[in-house]
């Protein structure tokens, strides 16, 4: 790069983009960006899960640039569903959860990079080529060693034996939805209400959620989800 400018790829064939994100000035920008000095085409930008999961069947993008935290759902969601229909795509994270717990659980799910949004545009553009040539990627470099660690315990637990992937894999759907809720502080009788089940469930459900990840008691759960930027997933 000269003066400290971004050039265009020398890639022939432009690649093909959906971006999932809520926020729409950052799909502009990063839109603006890829198609200027990438060589990248956008075919769709959406921000939610389920427009995600439809346009991904129909119009099979060469990457999909993915936010975690989505209108509806997570983007995990989303890489599980691409994974499990295998479809035939490269997944890229650009999120601003950055705590390597959240990394981990992107790129256990099936992500081929995670980025930060706070990346420079060179950072982005590099991470995103290093995607599509077919090598997996974290940045900052710092978090690399993820890709090696993954790499190694997902070929020592062999991959058809369904190695659990999440750091929240033992709660079953509803287990998951209280652990969200109690990390966002919401009493029992809240979460009841917008379950739409008896608090006397909600507390079942509670001391299943701790049991099964070894806490203590509730404060453990919270602390543990703020760590690890588990709240909005």
């Given at each position: 790069m000269k003066n400290g400018e971004l050039e265009r790829t020398t890639q022939t064939s432009?690649?093909?983009v959906i971006h999932g994100d809520p926020q729409l000035l950052l799909r502009f920008g990063v839109k603006?960006?890829?198609t200027s000095k990438a060589n990248c085409t956008y075919i769709g930008e959406y921000d939610s899960?389920?427009?995600?999961?439809a346009q991904l069947v129909e119009k099979k993008p060469d990457l999909l640039l993915l936010e975690l935290a989505l209108r509806d759902s997570s983007g995990i969601e989303v890489?599980?569903?691409?994974?499990k229909e295998q479809l035939p795509m490269k997944v890229c994270i650009l999120s601003g959860f950055e705590g390597e717990a959240t990394v981990r659980q992107a790129l256990h799910a099936g992500a081929d990079g995670y980025l930060f949004k706070s990346c420079s545009p060179e950072q982005l553009i590099q991470g995103i080529q290093t995607v599509i040539s077919g090598e997996r990627i974290a940045l900052p470099s710092e978090l690399n060693h993820l890709q090696e660690q993954e790499l190694r315990e997902y070929r020592r637990k062999g991959a058809r034996k369904g190695f659990p992937l999440d750091p929240l894999s033992s709660l079953s759907k509803r287990e998951r939805e209280v652990f969200y809720l109690l990390a966002e502080g919401h009493p029992n009788r809240t979460i009841a209400k917008q379950l739409f089940i008896s608090p006397r469930t909600v507390e079942t459900h509670r001391a299943r959620v701790i049991r099964k990840l070894g806490?203590?008691?509730?404060a453990d759960l919270v602390r543990?989800?703020?760590r690890n930027d588990l709240m909005s997933l």
């Open positions: 432009p690649t093909s603006l960006l890829l899960a389920e427009q995600l999961k890489i599980r569903y691409i994974r806490f203590d008691n509730t543990y989800a703020i």
